[in-house]
């Protein structure tokens, strides 16, 4: 039969593995040695175990790579070749699965399917002759960096870790600062031929049911060849896929994803991702760092301001400007409107082809600064930024006024925490920036309705997006304490409506009078 036959016979349409562990040994070395035929990473090595009853064949598979060698060998092989104690009659399996090996992690697997997912994943299997169970050890020790200070959305104060691409590492760093034994952590995979490993995180008390049941819905809605990063399952999860905002959170903070789900919020852990998801989220959250509620109450409140104000300052600044200047002059102040056209007299090009032409250098010093290196994308930068911009003012293609603009613009955006919500907020600037072209100020605020509107009516999992400006008949009784303005950590009594009613409260004082 020809290779492409086998495995048309052998997997089913999902690409699992259909055929189950046979009892005799060499039918299972003669599957696992055709299914891995021209994978060299793949050991396959056979041993004989000597009983007084007979020898017995065993067979051990692991991935060359993802497997601690050491465990193996001292683990596993060690004690069964070497330290072999069995000569009565017990049940061989179960002698190796409670006495011979030298690893808890050890358990019987009946399906050949799990069996060699679990030898892609860097276990250790071990097939039996006269059985059909597998025994899979676990033997990871995948190829990772470490976990490193974060580097994404940085802070003052707070802890300074950040989750790697190990699924078991950035569930562990959430373990260790929620010690609930309520803390969940469903597990699965996704991906028909990836099988990337997912955990869905929550409090069961906090969380909603309901809530919980859709994510893990939205999860198996599609069938998909493989996600290798948060952001691919993002995309499957969302329902309004033409809109630009995200309607997930991600983050690399532990702390704030210990945050969230401390407020009644899921977390969606992949494998191979330094990003974990939290679900539902809303506009306002996408604003707030985890230092807001590290400082004092006051200086929270103070960041929180300018990032508001920032953040419409980087969406506004070059429309409103290309309006003004445009259509609407006479508004400006007499000295003011000389400084321009002082400014503009040797310039060629219109003020909106001068406007886009800077945002589009911005825009590709931006990306060039990202793929390049660390050290020298930040130099191309600064310098880039700087000898592009001068020469450009001196050549005649751009004015001095429309150089602050455009760069007030990109400093306004570099102060939103959330590098998925800065990206939208680029693309918005230019339809912004479009419509004030062509329709002057009335363009300009029909730009802001247009995406306001948008806002309004997009929910993430059914929270409102702009919720608690767009709450409609929910109870915004927490809002007071942690929107725009952050109240002392004492007077944030209440969890977020989207919490299991029961359990709304979240601090008390001992005489149990609750600071609302």
């Given at each position: 039969?020809k ?44 041993f ?122 950035s ?136 990032r ?19 259509f ?24 909106v ?14 990306e060039?600064?990202?793929r ?33 603009v ?13 590098e ?25 605020i ?42 002392p ?7 977020p ?20």
């Amino acid at each position: 039969m020809k290779e492409k036959d086998i495995y048309k016979l052998w997997f089913d349409e999902e690409n699992r593995f259909k055929p189950s562990i046979n009892k005799n040994l060499d039918i299972n070395i003669d599957m696992l040695k055709t299914l891995f035929k021209g994978a060299g990473d793949i050991v396959q090595k056979e041993f004989c175990l000597r009983r007084i009853q007979g020898n017995v064949k065993i067979y051990v598979v692991y991935t060359d790579g993802l497997v601690d060698r050491t465990i193996i060998e001292d683990g596993v092989i060690k004690p069964l070749l070497y330290e072999w104690r069995l000569t009565d009659g017990r049940d061989l399996m179960e002698s190796i699965l409670h006495r011979e090996t030298h690893t808890a992690d050890i358990v019987k697997e009946p399906s050949f399917d799990k069996a060699i997912l679990g030898i892609l994943k860097g276990d250790t299997v071990i097939f039996i002759n006269g059985y059909e169970q597998a025994l899979v050890v676990s033997t990871k020790k995948y190829p990772l960096r470490s976990i490193s200070e974060n580097d994404t959305e940085g802070g003052l104060r707070g802890p300074r870790d950040s989750f790697n691409e190990s699924f078991r590492f950035s569930t562990a760093l959430i373990r260790r600062r929620i010690r609930d034994p309520k803390l969940k952590c469903e597990q699965g995979s996704i991906g028909q031929r990836s099988r990337t490993d997912y955990g869905i995180m929550y409090i069961k008390d906090l969380a909603d049911p309901r809530l919980v049941e859709n994510i893990k819905k939205k999860l198996n809605t599609y069938d998909i060849d493989g996600i290798f990063d948060s952001g691919m399952a993002e995309h499957l999860m969302e329902d309004n896929w033409y809109s630009v905002f995200p309607v997930f959170q991600a983050t690399t903070r532990p702390d704030k994803v210990a945050s969230g789900i401390l407020e009644g919020r899921v977390a969606i852990v992949f494998d191979n991702s330094p990003e974990v998801v939290l679900a539902p989220c809303n506009f306002n959250m996408l604003l707030q760092a985890s230092d807001d509620y590290y400082n004092r109450w006051a200086v929270g409140t103070f960041a929180r301001i300018i990032r508001y104000l920032a953040a419409f300052l980087a969406i506004t600044l070059p429309g409103f400007y290309v309006a003004v200047t445009v259509f609407h002059s006479e508004i400006l102040p007499a000295k003011l409107l000389y400084a321009i056209a002082s400014a503009r007299s040797m310039v060629t090009f219109p003020i909106v082809v001068e406007v886009l032409l800077m945002e589009f250098l911005f825009e590709l010093l931006r990306e060039a600064g990202i793929r390049l290196p660390g050290p020298l994308g930040n130099t191309i930068g600064i310098v880039g930024g700087l000898i592009v911009g001068q020469s450009a003012v001196e050549a005649g293609i751009v004015s001095t006024i429309v150089v602050i603009v455009v760069a007030l613009s990109a400093i306004a955006s570099f102060a939103i925490p959330n590098e998925e919500f800065v990206s939208v907020y680029r693309l918005m600037k230019f339809f912004i920036l479009i419509t004030s072209a062509c329709l002057g100020i009335y363009g300009f605020i029909l730009g802001l309705l247009v995406v306001a509107i948008h806002l309004s009516e997009l929910e993430s999992f059914g929270v409102p997006y702009m919720m608690p400006t767009v709450a409609g008949d929910k109870d915004r009784s927490w809002v007071k304490g942690d929107f725009i303005f952050r109240a002392p950590i004492k007077h944030m009594g209440k969890r977020p409506y989207w919490t299991n009613n029961a359990n709304r409260e979240r601090l008390k004082e001992r005489n149990n009078d609750i600071r609302k």
